[in-house]
């Protein structure tokens, strides 16, 4: 593979010292064919002779060292590799414009910082300095990368070809087909697909609407379509998607700040915007972190993590994004002085993701039922009391209490759903946590607690144990009728103590009448490992520990997990006492897809040692593939089996 480059003979070389450095002009440049082998060794030499190149030395030494590890172990065909999987992974509303930008290449970052370097010593001289040499370096590099662009591109394009001559036929009569399709129907499925795609629906209607003239005709009489408006849109695409939507449509409303600080195009956004605020049914707020330098040393962060290190790095952006959630929030209010008063009458969703602690929430809307929360809570404000439904990430012990205050102060809420969202670190292991108590909260029915991947399982004692046995016992949550338990385990060799800890937390005792603190009549289980995700094969046996004296109330068990299902009973086997005030009547095995005739023995096996299998009335079989039906008939029994694929 040939490639055209320009290099500097004399800067291959070792520059003179300061003493010695030649007034005379060097040969210019001069254009030579260059393989791809022989321009990374002319990058290499000029590298090792005028030192690292400044962009070089900002990145993370761990995350060089893992690529320079990766590319010696894989070679060239590690980029084949990793490009293959960030195209399977990327969502396909993905902007590669504006993921790959060149202020984002190492190349590219300091680009303008070597020019202004190199141009100031352009004064009818001849140029003799080491930055010239980096740039010339980092050029060689450019040229071979848009070489190695190009190369790709080519082969891509042919294997293309192949699969467009292959499924041809195929593409040509599935087109016929969907000719066949109801306009109508195709409405649902475009407005299904729109509403996937949450606030990047805007791009989806736009492309939809340019397939054909048959799918813009249906685009354009499908209202619905256009009714996502985003704050980081254009007034052309804002006053096309209000035109296009007709008087009718209610909006999806997507608003992010970010350290651009464009107010500017906010107050745009408003003025354009605030006419149609009373026919908004959705509305997502999200302040998102700047990204967080190349030496932060964290290949792999979550958004409150990007956010902490994100206000300890960049304290003025952190502060001017703040400051951006504010005057987003405030506008709301009425705090802008040519829009007063904002009134959602619609309104029925409202998300927040923001980290910020001293959001107000001052505005009207009568009709607001679910809220989805992240970062620091807002005070209880007359907005929420109308709330059914408050899902919440948990991102701090710190903001516990503050919560079950929030949670008290909506006396209309029927589900609540918790996330532990704060990482667990292992230095807190051991630590007790104590929550004071929330005011009774009777309108709740149905709780969700959600423990996704805690890497806990270093003692016996685990921290996540400790937190939510304390946050549960600070619950009063007297009427609730479900209880579901969302439990995701990451260390495969310690899984089983994990679970055997987790287990007994979701089910607090009372210390003062030893009775459970959590008493609804029906609880559902889903435990998931990552490698379920990964979709990568696991022979880790866990096991799922349920103590019966904690779940006396509960008439209906659900399971979902990856782990065999035993139960227990502390202390005596088949007490007469719990026995007979034990209510399960009925156990729901749904997608256990590990689960084998042996799992199922083990479990029924278990009720009978606790003296529960003979008031139990069914047992359900759910997508339960590996459990044949005829085996799980012997196992079961005819009266008790429910079984369905």
Request: proline content about 6%.
């Given at each position: 593979?040939?490639?055209?480059v320009?290099?500097v ?21 001069r ?17 090792r002779?005028?030192?690292s ?19 010696e ?8 590799y ?9 969502e396909?509303?993905t ?17 303008e910082?070597?020019?202004l ?15 010239f ?12 990368m ?18 467009d ?11 016929k ?10 409405g ?11 606030r ?8 939809l609407?340019?397939?054909s003239r ?27 998607f ?8 209610e ?48 290949p ?5 993590d990007?956010?902490e ?8 952006l952190?502060?001017e ?18 829009v007063r ?5 619609r ?12 959001i ?10 679910v809220l989805?929360?992240s ?16 899902r919440?990430?948990?991102p701090s ?29 292992e ?15 009777p309108?709740i029915?149905?709780f ?8 806990v ?11 939510i046995?304390a ?11 479900k ?20 287990s007994?937390?979701l ?5 003062k ?15 998931r490992?990552?490698t ?7 022979d880790?046996l ?8 904690r ?15 035993i139960?227990t ?15 399960l ?21 278990s ?25 799980a008939l ?6 008790r089996l429910?079984?369905?694929?």
């Open positions: 593979m040939n490639v055209q320009h290099f003979v004399g800067f291959l070389a070792p520059p003179p010292s300061r003493a010695t450095r030649p007034t005379t002009c060097p040969q210019q440049p254009s030579t064919n260059l393989n791809l082998s022989t321009i990374f060794t002319f990058a290499t030499m000029a590298f002779n005028h030192h190149l400044p962009y070089m030395q900002g990145r993370n030494g761990n995350t060089q060292e893992g690529t320079s590890e990766f590319v172990k894989m070679g060239a065909m590690g980029l084949l990793v490009l293959e999987e960030v195209v399977r992974k990327q396909s509303c902007d590669f414009a504006e993921v790959f930008k060149s202020n984002k290449w190492i190349l590219g970052e300091k680009i910082e070597l020019q370097s190199v141009g100031n010593q352009f004064d009818g001289e001849t140029p003799s300095s080491a930055k040499a980096e740039l010339v370096a980092a050029s060689c590099e450019a040229d071979a848009v070489a190695v662009l190009k190369t790709l591109t080519t082969i891509a394009s042919g294997i293309q070809a192949q699969y001559q292959v499924l041809g036929p195929s593409v040509s009569k599935l087109s087909n969907i000719a066949s399709i109801p306009d109508e129907l195709l649902v499925i475009f407005e299904a697909a729109v509403l996937k795609e949450g990047e629906g805007a791009k989806m209607a736009r492309s609407s340019h397939v048959r799918f813009r005709n249906v685009a354009l009489a499908q209202k619905n379509l256009w009714a996502t408006l985003r704050s980081n849109g254009s007034e052309e695409e804002w006053d096309m209000i035109s296009r939507s007709g008087p009718n449509a909006f999806r409303i997507h608003i992010q700040t970010s350290t651009s600080r464009n107010l500017r195009k906010w107050d745009a956004f408003i003025k354009c915007c605030w006419q149609t605020a009373f026919r908004w049914t959705t509305l997502t707020m999200t302040r998102l972190p700047p990204p967080p330098p190349r030496s932060s040393g964290f792999s962060l979550g958004y409150f990007m956010l290190i994100s206000s300890r790095t960049y304290p003025k952190e502060q994004m703040r400051s951006d959630m504010e005057f987003v929030v405030k506008a709301f209010n009425g705090g802008d002085r040519e008063a904002w009134h959602f009458p309104l029925v969703e409202l998300e927040v993701r923001s980290g910020d602690s001293d107000d929430f001052s505005w009207t809307s009568p009709n607001l039922q989805r929360y970062g620091q809570l807002p005070d209880p404000s007359a907005v929420f009391t109308t709330l059914t439904n408050f919440y990430g948990i012990t710190f903001v516990v209490n503050d919560l079950l205050e929030f949670i008290a102060s909506m006396p209309n809420l029927l589900d609540l759903q918790l996330s532990l969202s704060m990482e667990i670190w230095g807190s292991l051991g630590r007790s946590y104590h929550f004071a108590p929330s005011p009774p909260c309108s029915v149905s969700r607690l959600l423990v996704p991947f805690p890497r399982a270093r003692s016996q004692n685990c921290p996540s144990d400790g937190i046995s946050l549960l016992r600070a619950l009063r949550i007297p009427n609730m009728a209880f579901s338990a969302f439990i995701g385990v990451d260390d495969q060799s310690e899984g089983s103590e994990l679970l055997n800890s987790v007994c937390a089910l607090p005792v009372d210390i009448d030893v009775g459970s603190l959590i008493r609804p009549s029906s609880i559902d289980y889903t435990i490992k990552r379920d995700y990964n979709n990568q094969p696991s880790v866990w096991t799922f520990p349920v103590p019966l004296e779940i006396y109330t509960v008439s209906c068990l659900t399971f979902s997990t990856c782990a065999r299902v139960f009973h502390e202390g005596h086997t088949g007490e007469d006492g719990d026995t007979e005030r034990c209510q009547r009925e156990i729901r095995f749904s997608g256990c897809e590990q689960m084998t005739i042996e799992d199922l023995r083990l479990t029924i096996q009720l009978k040692e606790v003296g529960a299998w003979d008031t139990l009335e069914r047992i359900v079989l759910e997508l339960c593939d590996l459990v044949e039906y005829c085996a012997e196992v079961v029994g005819m009266e429910r079984y369905s694929t």
